[in-house]
């Protein structure tokens, strides 16, 4: 049986509209050291038969038992290569050598798990764009508070075992993972010349939902505080930021938009924060159902 350096873990559920320029994206790589790990949780669609074309291992699960930080310590279980790979299923590498590039930096000793640009897809709306312009930048230096992003990313396998993926929130399991890596010596590198296009344009629905489980999840992972006084003040900041990038782009109809999609994105966050101080105070995990 051949042996790998390189395992890819690829999580998939109703991805058939992006998986195929995912998957080819990923087989036309100069690195091909590497093998695939589908993690598919109850896919109804046709991803399954999409990936069916290409050599991978398959995990089934059921759509009710997915929880990231889980799923993906359960994947690396199954793994027996130095080297894993996270690549989101609507993740597309826009070059050749993004594995080539991701895979040379893990081999260096001081570093120690890696992640990519990311840029918007062409039918990204205005404010989806800005917000991944700041997040992932086209210099060296990512945002302080950008510790990991798991769509293209990878860890040496023996930093994982020191250090697995938390499962007491829902979300924000890559953060909590770069939090921790960089609090205990270790070294996660943004690799901005390893260039994806990842993007959602979320309804207010997807983006309250999306917040209030990552809202959750900070009390957890930072044992921060966010306050209604707090909730004004970021609310106000994001507006005024959203204000200068709509003028400066002529895009008067998205900065109307914004005043509301800026509260929603606030108050989803206060909102799960809040629940999770009253659920931790009782010595209880984070709730996670509004995401799924």
Not at 269 to 292: I, P, S, V
Request: with cysteine.
């Amino acid at each position: 049986m051949k042996t790998f350096e390189t395992t890819i873990i690829l999580r998939s559920m109703n991805s058939a509209d992006i998986i195929s320029q995912t998957l080819k994206a990923l087989f036309s790589q100069n690195y091909k050291d590497f093998k695939l790990l589908v993690v598919d949780s109850g896919s109804t669609d046709d991803t399954l038969e999409k990936i069916s074309f290409y050599p991978h291992e398959l995990i089934q699960i059921k759509k009710e038992d997915y929880h990231p930080g889980i799923v993906l310590n359960n994947a690396i279980k199954q793994t027996n290569t130095p080297f894993i790979v996270f690549l989101n299923s609507d993740t597309v590498m826009l070059h050749n050598n993004c594995l080539e590039i991701l895979i040379q930096n893990l081999k260096q000793k001081d570093t120690h798990a890696v992640f990519a640009r990311q840029i918007a897809r062409p039918e990204a709306k205005p404010w989806v764009k800005r917000d991944y312009e700041i997040a992932f930048p086209k210099d060296a230096k990512n945002p302080s508070w950008m510790y990991f992003s798991l769509p293209l990313s990878g860890i040496k396998k023996e930093i994982w075992q020191i250090n697995p993926f938390y499962t007491k929130a829902w979300a924000s399991e890559d953060t909590k993972m770069g939090y921790d890596l960089k609090n205990k010596g270790f070294s996660v590198k943004y690799l901005s010349k390893c260039l994806v296009m990842h993007s959602h344009n979320y309804t207010l629905k997807q983006i309250y939902n999306r917040r209030f489980v990552e809202g959750e999840a900070d009390v957890y992972i930072f044992d921060n505080t966010f306050t209604l006084v707090t909730l004004v003040k970021s609310y106000l900041s994001s507006i005024l930021n959203d204000t200068k990038y709509h003028i400066k782009n002529f895009e008067i109809y998205e900065l109307g938009l914004s005043f509301i999609r800026r509260f929603v994105y606030q108050y989803a966050y206060y909102k799960g924060h809040k629940n999770a101080q009253l659920r931790k105070d009782k010595n209880l995990e984070a709730t996670y159902g509004n995401y799924q």
